[in-house]
């Protein structure tokens, strides 16, 4: 009989029942299905007792987080974006870091590509305006009329699997497809989505569709401002399903407002789960609650492979999507 006390782990916030009962076949787990969202000095505390831990991007870890965690081997976003993550802080504290890549890819390309319709095609709005009585002033010219998307071009910001995911559905839209990103894709990557690389000004100025899914870091924030706005169409529509903070809300708004920019979709904010109220009051702009990967089966994957990172840096093995490569030496 095994009489080794369990390895303790803490899944910071909610996950599916069986993927948490299968944990505690392995771990001691210190569990937050009431998913109430911890403190920063609560998660200092949970993280100082446990060697494991899965979380998503409510939990901020860098030093401060880390600072009691002297036994801490492992952090396991269930999430591919790891802004919350201070991967040097990390690396420092000898704490591997990963993430979920590869599975929510197709899941997250779709919501893209769903959102850049809804907003071109003002669908949410439409909805509002027929729950609200008027379709009886249905007429030629006085619906909320959209964006083609056919035959029109599509310009994306940050040309990674998902990127080339969302270019490779444009493909089927008839769209032209061009891309910026700090480094070109390869010519047979480019061939594969029909992409073409054009400078960020090109694209802004001459894109009807705009769709930012590059990673956030201190170099991406206010990735589109004001002063990029202004390149842009007054047609145009600006969808981002990236992070909050590539886009300046405040200066979104007034543009929408203004009528600068025809319409926005919107999945990610600055200061999430907070929405900037002017974004709030505008019809022209479609609001989600960032769940592009959110799907039962891509959710359980996502948790899925965050378990599996984490028994493997547990195990002594590499985890399969390592952050922090330098940490293991095995
Ligand atoms: C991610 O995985 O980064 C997504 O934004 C989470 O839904």
Redesign the pocket.
Known sequence: MNTQPKPKILVARAIFPEALAKLEESFEVRSNQADQIFTPAELQKELSMVVGALVA?SERIDANALALAKNLKVVANI???YNNFDVPAMTSSGVMATN?PDV?TDT?ADFGFALLMATARRIAESEHWLRAGHWDKWSIVNNPLGMDLHHSTIGIIGMGRIGQGIAKRALGFGMKVIYYNRSRLSETEEKACGATHVSKEELLRTADHVVLVLPYTANNHHTIGAKEIAHMKPTATLINIA?GGIVDDVALAKALKEGKLFAAGLD?FEGEPNVHPDLLKLSNVVLAP?????TEKTRRA?VDLAVENLRAALDGKKPPSLINQELFTG
């Open positions: 991007g999430s591919v974006g979920t929510l997250t992070r990610v960032h769940i592009a990967s959110a996502m």
